[in-house]
């Protein structure tokens, strides 16, 4: 039972990133960068099916460039067992990666691919969606919870009202929400252990995969700013302010 | 060539963000389909009362009683050709299902679109809302989501035919189990006029219902959450506001010790008026709140319930 995960390097959540003067991009030169917040949970996840016994091998593989080798060692310190960096220089986009992924999910058969349910840069949230139907895989997104007996995955999923309890036979495709699991501090000596190990490169070329952008990003702004409100002094004012200036009958 | 709008219904009745979808099709002034998978006659009938589209198409089939992404995607896929642009209100059902079809149709897809502009182009945000994004699709057909609150709802009033067609074989590798539903008098969060919302400092579960609810219910509102309040247990999680929660857009949203973080802000931003009541001055809710006041919670909630004359309509 072998499980493959995705790690996206993304900005670090805390950080509100600037839009370069030019509006062509945003600017992360130097900006904090980390492991994709629900990619965490997938790793995390991952990690206790094997300490359940449940899994045997956990695979992480990441898109980018040489400069992912930092979440995929951080994934590594945290405790899977290998790590991919599959290298591209040019910006892989959603599709791209999807049919990328697809080509490792082949190579490496995993039982289970267990992904973060959106990039937390992009906001796309699909990834896992497209590589389930690229490989016509069962697919269970948003999971908050996930049980696995045999060839079957029982997941629940958090949806827009509640929640939804699906059965998928592996393998599947799967992808995490923040709720999943509380994802392990790493220690500093599993970090530099992590240093030491070796992460596999492929090159995307190599792969035989068209991963052209299919979307132009022709500008970045920053968005229109609410209009700046004002202070009440007690519920009274917040009171008269709503009903007389904002006519709302209350 | 035709657009193809998938419409999301709970079994019982149509989600209400339909009709925003139709608005934001009309963009291309293609005849519009609606694509209604299960479903009853009830549904059947307000999608086809939607002004503004041409047909609605409706498979039926015991398998798509709870409908997986997986049977839709194939639903989808089974009548694609005859469509440019297919696209639903971004929502968890059809974020679900749209990459599956996009990734099969070989084209990028747009999720969660601001506004739709000519050739192909759109704004959505990156960065949990901190940077709008102007894109240019360079695909041949276009498969989107679009962020309800961006557009107004299509009037109602038609009558347009309904095509049955066939839904392909069940997927059978996927097999849906249960789902449970938080069950609640209150108005739909995500349709609410009025929202009340609350965050880790309400402390406590019973603190929670017993400060909020009262205020709540006198103003007709909904209630919300920040993730903080859910995690900690306060609040069930199908109330949480924000990118990984609902988002919402009512004509006023108050925010009751909750700080504003990116990751709330993301799903209330959009709402008309924002109040925010929070101890601490320098908290950012109260750079993107109308009226802001620093006050204890404890003090100023049950006051403002008392004041509040009557209950709304
Ligand atoms: C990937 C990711 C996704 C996330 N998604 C979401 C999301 O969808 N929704 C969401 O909400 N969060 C989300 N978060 C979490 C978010 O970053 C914040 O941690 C969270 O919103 C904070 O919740 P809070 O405002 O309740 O708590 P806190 O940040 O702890 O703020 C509590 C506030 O209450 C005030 N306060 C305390 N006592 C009182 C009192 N007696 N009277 C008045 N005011 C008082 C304090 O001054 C403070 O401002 C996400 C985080 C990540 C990393
Ligand atoms: N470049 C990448 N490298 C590794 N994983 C990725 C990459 N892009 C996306 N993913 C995975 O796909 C998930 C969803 O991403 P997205 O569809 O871009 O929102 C992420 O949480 C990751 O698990």
Redesign the interface.
Known sequence: MKILVAVKRV?D?NI??R?KPDGSN?DIDGVKMGVNPFDENAIEEALRLKEQGKATEVVAVSFGTQVNQDVLRHALAMGVDRAILVESAEKL???AV?KLIKTVVEREQPDLIILG?QS???????????????LN??????A?SINLEGKVA?VTR????????????LP?VITA???LNEPRFVKLPNLMMARKKPIETINADTLGIEHEP??????????P???A????????E??T??RGE?G??? | MRTLIIAEH?GKLLNPAVQKAVTAAQFWQAPIDLLVAGGNDAIIQAAASINGISRVLHANAAHLA?P???DV?NLILSIASDYQVILAAH???S??????????L???????ALAIQENN?YI????????????????HVQVLTVHSSRFAAASLGNNAEVINIDAPAP?T??????????LSDRP?L?SAKIVVSGGRSLGSAEKFEEVLAPLATK?GAALGAT?AAV?AGYAP??IQVG??G?VVAP??YIAVGVSGA??HTYGM?DSK???AINQDPDAPI?Q????????DLFE?IP??TA???QP?Q
């Open positions: 900005v959540y509100k990133v839009v945003v986009q959603s599709l999807a349910k937390i840069d992009d906001d796309a949230g699909q990834m896992g969606q497209m590589l389930a139907g690229l895989y069962p697919q269970a997104t948003f908050s029982t958090e949806v827009d009202g509640g929640t939804e309890t699906l059965a998928l036979d599947a929400d923040l709720r299919r979307l132009k990003l022709l500008k970045v702004s920053e968005p700013a609410r209009k409100g004002i202070r009440v002094s007690s519920v009274e917040l009171l302010k709503l904002e709302i009958n209350l | 709970n709870h997986l992404a997986e995607a929502s968890s059902f974020r679900n299902i749209l990459p599956r079809v996009s990734a099969l070989d084209v990028a897809m747009i999720s969660d182009t959505r945000s990156g960065f949990t809302g901190s940077i709008h994004n102007v894109i240019q699709s360079t695909d997927f590798k996927t097999r849906w189990v249960s789902e449970t539903h938080n739909a995500s103003l993730r995690d999680n199908d990118q990984t609902v004509e006023l990116v990751q931003k008026i924002v109040v109260f993107i709140a109308d009226y802001g006041l620093v006050s100023a006051a403002l004041a509040i004359k709304l």
